[in-house]
């Protein structure tokens, strides 16, 4: 079964960079079109930026210009490049697969809605951007 495996989060000052990878195991993301969720404490499941296997993608106004996504050509890893951080990018970033039509929830977290909805994503990783 295609397993989803987030990596890359860590601390940073504002300003600063990190690239996340989403990496699948048990397969590839095949024709799947490919989401970077977040999750800030107190806010909603978000989606972030996301990628077409035809490599169209789709970035919040609130990444874009700052965040850039893109996918491996074995299809097996999509990496999130994030630049000029500021603090409200702090949140659990998840990846996940054909996510198309995920409703958003208040008071339910991303793991919740993916659990309900999804069948493919992975756990997450932190992100963390100091002032």
């Not at 890359?8 to 024709?31: H, I, K, P, R, Y």
């Not at 978000?46 to 970035?59: A, E, N, R």
């Not at 994030?82 to 659990?92: F, G, H, I, Q, R």
Request: net charge negative; hydrophobic share 30%; charged share 20%.
């Amino acid at each position: 079964d295609l397993q989803l495996v987030e990596s890359g989060g860590d601390s940073v000052q504002a300003g600063g960079s990190l690239t996340l990878s989403c990496t699948a195991s048990g397969g590839t993301f095949a024709d799947s079109e490919i989401g970077w969720y977040r999750q800030a404490p107190g806010n909603e499941c978000d989606l972030v930026s996301s990628i077409k296997s035809d490599g169209s993608t789709f970035y919040a106004d609130s990444v874009k210009g700052r965040f850039t996504i893109s996918q491996d050509n074995a299809k097996s890893t999509v990496t999130l490049q994030m630049s000029n951080l500021k603090p409200e990018d702090t949140a659990v970033y998840h990846c996940a697969t054909d996510f198309l039509d995920l409703p958003r929830k208040k008071a339910a977290t991303c793991l919740s809605i993916f659990d309900e909805y999804l069948e493919v994503w992975g756990q997450g990783t932190r992100v963390t951007v100091g002032s």
